[in-house]
T-cell receptor, first 114, second 116 residues
Framework: GENVEQHPSTLSVQEGDSAVIKCTYSDSASNYFPWYKQELGKRPQLIIDIRSNVGEKKDQRIAVTLNKTAKHFSLHITETQPEDSAVYFCAASISNFGNEKLTFGTGTRLTIIP | GAVVSQHPSRVICKSGTSVKIECRSLDFQATTMFWYRQFPKQSLMLMATSNEGSKATYEQGVEKDKFLINHASLTLSTLTVTSAHPEDSSFYIC????????????FGNGTRLTVT
């Protein structure tokens, strides 16, 4: 089955700086890669996703890049703000018409230092 | 947008009792729902895939007789933790998809189960 590794496990950056979180996956058939933000005790919130037919996607301060050959994808947050502090999870799956069976990475606790 | 409602949000039960958690898709039909378990400071681990009108598919290592899943309608899936033990204490989250390509999964708010 799919295995997703995520690094780093913790990350602290100064407010205004950029943060980068990286994930690798094992199943070359995976073609859907979402990123979730989770605050303590709450549901994961989708912040951005990418499908394997594109290499990069951007939404304001958040961007995701995908390297299918190397089987890794990364989340980039620019101009970080205190409200970006949370745990971030990457995930991978084979797209199934909105019924994706996600395999999650181990999570990154991001702390933004004011 | 699509909403998934999960109840209860918190439950405390005594060891040996059973607890039922409900996951409802409020404004869409979900032929498939997923149940995840998340221990403190850990990732979400898929427990099972719930299929409407058929048996659930369990992930390796998940006891199907302990974690009973019923998906009797297109809008409701239930997870029953039977004969709960303290080690079952965890955060349980369901998710559901609309079945439309390009649409993301929608997560419930989760259920914090504490077994005393």
């Amino acid at each position: 089955g799919e295995n997703v590794e995520q690094h780093p496990s913790t990350l602290s950056v100064q407010e205004g700086d950029s943060a980068v979180i990286k994930c690798t996956y094992s199943d070359s058939a995976s073609n859907y890669f979402p990123w979730y933000k989770q605050e303590l005790g709450k549901r994961p919130q989708l912040i951005i996703d990418i499908r394997s037919n594109v290499g990069e996607k951007k939404d304001q301060r958040i961007a995701v890049t995908l390297n299918k050959t190397a089987k890794h994808f990364s989340l980039h947050i620019t101009e970080t703000q205190p409200e970006d502090s949370a745990v971030y999870f990457c995930a991978a799956s084979i797209s199934n018409f909105g019924n994706e069976k996600l395999t999650f990475g181990t999570g990154t606790r991001l702390t933004i230092i004011p | 947008g699509a909403v998934v409602s999960q109840h209860p949000s918190r439950v405390i039960c005594k060891s040996g009792t059973s607890v039922k958690i409900e996951c409802r898709s409020l404004d869409f039909q979900a032929t498939t729902m997923f149940w995840y378990r998340q221990f403190p400071k850990q990732s979400l681990m898929l427990m099972a895939t719930s299929n409407e009108g058929s048996k659930a598919t369990y992930e390796q290592g998940v006891e199907k007789d302990k974690f009973l899943i019923n998906h009797a309608s297109l809008t409701l899936s239930t997870l029953t933790v039977t004969s709960a033990h303290p080690e079952d204490s965890s955060f349980y989250i369901c998710s559901a998809g609309t079945g439309k390509g390009g649409s993301p999964l929608h997560f419930g708010n989760g259920t914090r189960l504490t077994v005393t």
